[in-house]
Structure formats: C-alpha cells, structure tokens
C-alpha cells in the first residue's frame, strides 16, 4: 500500500467551485508549485505558504493553495522533484464514495439474508447468521434478538455504538431530504429502520436496555454465518438506556408521515426507558469476567441522561424535561477536570460514542421554537457553548499542518475528525462563518489523502487505499469490503502489530495497514457514520 510521496491531495479530488488545497513536505515559503494537466502541461502555478509544524505530524508542510482553478479534468500537483498523485476537479466526485460507505451499513446486517445485486461487493452477501436464541446474562432466561449491525470488525451488536450511528445517518438525512439524486441511490430512512428495530427487542418490560448482544468471545476470522457460539444479551446499562430514549424519540419524527405506527412505538419505547431512568441510580457497564467482547463502558453517564431529556423535549414539547436537561448540564459541568485521570472527559459539546452530549445541544438548538420566553436564556447559553467548542477546534485547523482537527490522535481519530467536523458544521449552520465550512471540507481532505501517510482512508477508493483492515468479513474472504472508514492513526499502540512497527513515528503516522493493527486499522459503524455526515454536508 506505502507509496512514497512529498505531495499530499486529497485522492478523490476536489469539488469544482470549492476552495482546493494540497500539502508539500520539504518545501518552503514562497517555492513555486504546478498544477499539471493529465498531459503533462502546466494550468496553473502558485507559491507555498509558509511552513507549519505541529505536534501530530512531527514535521514541516506546506500548503498549496489552487482553490482559483475550477476547469474539470484529471491532474497533479508537482513542487520540486515531486508529484503528487492523481486526482480530479469536477462535479459528483464523492457520489460513488458516498452510495459505498452507505452500503456497508446493508452488507452489516445480521439475522436476514444479504442479496445486493452489485457484483463489486456480491462476495460480500450472505444468508440470515446470529439467529438463535440469546442467554439474558445471570439468568437461565434465553431471548430471541433479529437484527441490527454488525458493530466493527466483529459481530457483536451494541445499543451505544449503534445508536450514534442512527442519530449521524438521519442527521444527514436532513441536509439530502430534498436531493433526489442522493435519495433515490439509497435510502437512508429504511437502512435506519432496520436498526432501529432491532433496538425495540433490546428493551425490557421495565424499561430498561441490554447494553449488548454478542457471543460470549470475539471469534476467529470467519464470515458471520459460521460463528454459531452461544449469543448472550449482557447486562443492561445506564448508557444504553439512556442512548436508546434519545436515539429513538429522535427518530420518531422521521417516520410520522410514511410509518405513524412504527414512529408510535419509538416514541413510546423511548418514554418508557426515561421512566426507568428517573427512577434508577446510574448502571454503569462493565464486562462480566465471562463476557470479552466490546465493553462500550463510561465513567460517566449525564451527557447520555441528557441527551435523551433533550430529544424527548424537541419531540413532545414538555418542558419539564427540558429544565431536567439543563439540571444534569449544570452538575455536569461543575465536575473539575483531573489531569491523572484524562479518560474522564471533562464535560464538551461532544459526537462521540462516549460522550454524545453535543447531539443533545444540537436537538435543542434544531427546536428552540419550544422553548418558553422564561426558558429563553437556554438558547443563548448552548450557543455561545457551541461557538467556544466550535473556536478551540478552528484555531487547531488554522495552525495545523495537514488542516487536522486533532490535537490528540488516539483510537479511532478518523471517527473523531468526521466528529470533529460534525461540530464545525453545526457552528457554521448557527453562525453562518464560512471558516467553520472551509476547516469541516479540509477534514474530508484530510482523510481522503491530505495525510502523511498519503493514503485514502475509505477501502476501495483512492490510488492509495486501505486493503488489510481489521474486518472478519474481509479477513474470512480475502477481499476488501469497500466503502469502509479505516480507524486511522492512534498514538496509543495499543495492539502488538502498532508496538511493533510503528514505535518512535509521529502520532499522524502511527498507522499500518495490516490486519493485526485493531487498533489503527478496524472499521466500525460509528465512524462511518459521521462519515456519511460530512460527505453528504460538503461532498455531494
């Protein structure tokens, strides 16, 4: 996959009428660059600016700036001795992009047969798998759960990871809603329908969710029809349950028109976890000693509390969970953050699977038509807290040398850029600041080629793309699933195949494309999805 190069763009290429940006390592201020036609011939030529060196990328780059060249065609960028590799500017660059990174979500689904007629990826169909009868943990109870994704590189299907992915991929429904091209590819609203069903089984008669259903260990790399290991529904948990009642009641909107039964259940389903969690203490998840799957576990549930009051507000109008809402906020925020103990995040306005509160802000501020003329000071309040978050994260952009959002590269950054921009998106939609814009469209770049690692982080696109994920369905065919986000680079090494060949680089290259590395080369539906969010917002 390594191809050595000076000269990073991104791979896919760039939107016609957009700002163009590309990356040169070894250069200096003022050095001259060309853009090449696909003959050879100089169209445009510019100088670098000046040099940036940050922590992540342990190195000096440039950045190329072309954004005034708009004529459609295939080119390159060359500055000294390099060139880059090829790529385009153009129209419907990201179309093919945005229908494969959806279509995984089809190809991830458990418990039905899996027949896409599309003979890029038909190695990758296959029957109904995971349908016996699971064992509620601790009990002598089994239960029947069809349905949902298949979480990551594994099997495993988890009410945390899959509820982000829900809110992400209605998120950006709303923005293609009215795009007939992008919605007659795919439709987003079914694909979430299928998960969101598989949810409604997760709950139990009091209310309560199973954190996850699973088989007891991770299996080899097979295909998912062939692990038949006992299933176990884990314990249920405070994030889960919480998670569920936002996600759901969200949801509910969505179908009022096309299914006003279904969007009934959700909404209920979601009023009857809240209940469970107004009258319990915080259930935080850990795996029992028989259980090694994902954990998905937290120090802290209030943003999940939160986040669920906040969509069950915009959705019922009922103020009392607003002032709830705020309530949690306000204790939340108040908790000091201890430098020795940097897992427990401080409170932020956060699109993380582990700290979701920013999605609570986000529905608020989506309804704030709701909210009474005594309750008006909310708005202001989560406002300038978007914008201050939104600031931090723009600064970092501006002084980074790859236009990077992380200030930390830690497992799973790719999800977090995508997550990252997700934020920015949101300040430039309250704020109307084209910079907000401009810093989300260079976290697409980043992780379409813009990195020092020049690589494509989708499979199957780019000239240089992941081939070796950490993916069972991949691993057990010896293909590569296309339209999967790659982890990315994480400073961590927290798999031997990381410790092994990638101790001493700088964080943004703290990544190896091999099957081993779980934990800078899996795939998961979670950081899909605001992958799928940032395309639709900027790509399409």
């Not at 940050?54 to 954004?67: K, L, N, P, T």
């Not at 006992?230 to 249920?236: K, S, T």
């Not at 009022?256 to 107004?278: C, G, N, T």
Request: one cysteine or more; a negative charge.
């Amino acid at each position: 996959m390594s191809i050595l190069n000076d000269i990073f763009v991104n791979q896919i290429g760039y939107n016609q009428k957009g700002t163009k940006f590309a990356y040169v390592r070894g250069a200096g201020k003022g050095d001259e660059f060309s853009l090449l036609g696909d003959n050879g011939k100089t169209v445009f030529s510019g100088k670098l600016k000046a040099p940036v060196k940050d922590r992540v990328a342990g190195e000096d780059i440039c950045m190329a700036d072309f954004s005034t060249f708009s004529v459609p065609g295939s080119y390159s960028i060359k500055a000294g001795n390099s060139q880059s590799l090829p790529f385009a500017i153009g129209e419907g660059l990201f179309d093919n992009l945005y229908l494969s990174i959806l279509k995984y979500f089809t190809l991830s689904r458990c418990g039905e047969d899996i027949n896409l007629d599309d003979e890029n990826i038909a190695i990758f169909n296959h029957p109904a798998c995971h349908t016996g009868l699971a064992k509620i943990y601790g009990t002598k109870k089994t239960k029947k759960v069809l349905g949902g994704w298949h979480d990551a590189g594994d099997y495993g299907r988890y009410v945390v990871a899959g509820s982000k992915t829900v809110m992400d991929l209605l998120l950006a429904y709303e923005f293609i809603k009215d795009d007939e091209k992008a919605c007659s590819k795919f439709d987003i609203l079914d694909e979430c329908r299928f998960e969101l069903e598989w949810m409604l089984q997760m709950q139990r008669e009091d209310g309560a969710v199973y954190h996850k259903i699973s088989c007891y260990h991770f299996c080899p790399f097979i295909l998912p029809q062939d692990e038949q290991d006992e299933l176990v529904l884990a314990p249920v948990s405070t994030s889960a349950t919480a998670d569920f009642a936002a996600c759901l009641a969200f949801a509910s909107s969505f179908y009022k028109e096309s299914s006003p039964e279904f969007a009934q259940a959700l909404l209920k389903a979601a009023k009857k976890a809240q209940k469970y969690l107004d009258s319990h203490e915080d259930e935080l998840y850990k795996n029992p000693p028989e259980i090694t799957t994902g954990g998905y576990g937290d120090w802290s549930v209030k943003d999940e509390r939160y986040f669920a009051l906040c969509s069950l507000f915009a959705v019922t109008g009922d103020e009392a969970y607003l002032e709830k809402a705020m309530q949690i906020r306000k204790e939340a925020k108040a908790i000091p953050f201890n430098e020795a103990e940097p897992w427990k995040r401080p409170w932020g306005e956060n699109f993380g699977w582990g700290s979701v509160a920013g999605y609570g802000t986000e529905i608020i501020l989506k309804n704030k038509q709701l909210i009474s003329e005594k309750s008006a000071n909310i708005i202001e309040d989560l406002e300038q807290s978007i914008k201050e978050t939104a600031d931090k994260v723009l600064e970092r952009v501006e002084n980074a040398s790859f236009g990077t959002s992380l200030e930390k590269v830690f497992w799973g950054s790719n999800g977090a850029v995508c997550d990252n921009a997700h934020l920015l998106l949101l300040a430039y939609d309250l704020f109307g600041n084209k910079s907000y814009y401009e810093a989300a469209k260079k976290q697409l770049d980043y992780l379409m080629g813009c990195n020092p690692m020049n690589v494509c982080y989708v499979t199957g696109f780019g000239t240089n793309t992941v081939q070796n994920p950490h993916h069972r369905p991949s691993g057990a065919t010896g293909a590569t699933m296309p339209g999967m986000l790659s982890g990315g680079p994480s400073e961590w090494l927290a798999d031997e195949v990381a410790k092994t060949h990638l101790q001493g680089k700088p964080p943004l290259q703290c990544f190896i494309d091999l099957q081993g590395s779980y934990s800078t080369n899996e795939i998961a539906i979670y950081w899909n999805s605001p992958l799928v969010y940032l395309v639709a917002r900027v790509g399409l």
